[in-house]
């Protein structure tokens, strides 16, 4: 079935360091791509998309390119920040499948 | 309201109880979804509505659990005879169309702990 494999974490890193967490994902058909990101209490944000092939997807310094000859999505910032520190998830929908499927999430710490 | 809002934020019941969860999705928005996150794992689909009908409910574990959507608005998901393995964070979204790729906007859940 179609499923999103991200990353282990928790994941720490020091201001100003660069970011990456790994997202790769099967499917049967052409997804469209996302990372959600989650703060200490609140709901679920969208932080980026990307709905075909080749299209990067970007917002607050994050970028993440559709790869789909490693059906690959990963999450990247040059420069992160305390604020940054948050549960970021991966998730892939089907054109046609409304739903989202997720990954198991990364938590990310960045100390000052 | 401005934003997917879920009652009650935090719920305790017991083994065996039901127990129902409200969803006031974004004003407008025709698609509505829920989810469950167990502790440490990422949401898990459980059911979408187009309007007032379940367009695709294949994430209901099983018949214990019901959702409706009367008006095409609110949605209350309801679990009957609840266990122990029901405890997890209930995630209610809602989006625009529905249509794949578009956005979708989450509450903040209800955590939901079955003693």
């Known amino acids: 079935g179609d499923s999103v494999t991200q990353m282990e974490g928790p994941v720490t890193l020091s201001e100003e360091a660069f970011l990456t967490i790994n997202c790769t994902y099967t499917?049967?058909?052409?997804?469209?791509l996302f990372w959600y990101v989650q703060y200490p209490g609140e709901g679920l944000q969208l932080l980026l998309k990307a709905t075909k092939a080749d299209d990067k997807g970007s917002n607050k310094g994050f970028e993440a390119t559709y790869r789909k000859e490693t059906t690959s999505f990963h999450l990247e910032k040059g420069s992160v920040q305390v604020s940054d520190s948050a549960v970021y998830f991966c998730?892939?929908?089907?054109?046609?499948?409304?739903?989202?499927?997720f990954g198991q999430g990364t938590r990310l710490t960045i100390n000052p | 309201g401005a934003g997917v809002s879920q009652t009650p934020s935090n719920k305790v019941t017991e083994k065996g109880k039901y127990v129902e969860l409200r969803c006031d999705p974004i004003?407008?928005?025709?698609?509505l979804y829920w989810y469950r996150q167990s502790l440490g794992q990422g949401p898990e689909f459980l059911i979408y509505f187009q309007g007032t009908g379940a367009a695709d409910d294949s994430g209901l574990p099983n018949d214990r659990f019901f959702a409706v959507r009367p008006e095409g608005s609110v949605s209350t998901l309801k679990i009957q005879r609840t266990e122990r393995g029901d405890s997890a964070v209930y995630l209610c979204a809602s989006s625009l169309n529905g249509f794949g790729g578009t956005e979708a906007f989450f509450g903040q859940g209800t955590r939901l702990t079955v003693v």
């Open positions: 004003s407008g928005h025709t698609a």
């Open positions: 998730a892939l929908s089907l054109q046609g499948a409304q739903k989202l499927v």
């Open positions: 499917a049967t058909g052409y997804p469209s």
